[in-house]
């Protein structure tokens, strides 16, 4: 399975961003696709995630600004299934690097991590 993540970078304080990551090399339903991230000195947390039914959770630090989607939820074509993740209002706090992260629904379920994309959030 390969997960590859862009649309990390600079931005002011106020700014957008949006990340993607799109999934492939499994026959697997994807049950799950998250945005997890990870500041200097903190541990990795969860930010937002997105069943294949288009259920949406957020961590609460987020909510209202960032908005998680993604395309063909609940679609066998594996090789489409990308996740967004909208950022805006970003603020310094949300300076980190952020990770995609599937849950795929094989026996027993597997879940992978896609190389991180660093936001920073600066004037």
């Known amino acids: 399975v390969q997960l590859q993540a862009s649309g990390g970078g600079l931005v002011e304080p106020g700014g957008s961003l949006r990340l993607s990551c799109s999934a492939s090399g499994t026959k697997f339903e994807i049950l799950v696709m998250a945005w997890y991230r990870q500041a200097p000195g903190k541990q990795r947390e969860l930010v937002a995630g997105i069943t294949s039914g288009g259920n949406t959770e957020y961590t609460d630090s987020v909510k209202g600004r960032f908005t998680i989607s993604r395309n063909n939820p609940g679609s066998r074509d594996n090789a489409k299934n990308t996740v967004y993740l909208q950022m805006n209002s970003l603020k310094p706090e949300d300076t980190a690097v952020y990770y995609c992260?599937?849950?795929?629904?094989?026996?027993?379920?597997?879940?992978?991590w896609g190389q991180g994309t660093l936001v920073t959030v600066s004037s």
């Open positions: 992260n599937i849950l795929v629904a094989s026996l027993p379920s597997k879940t992978y």
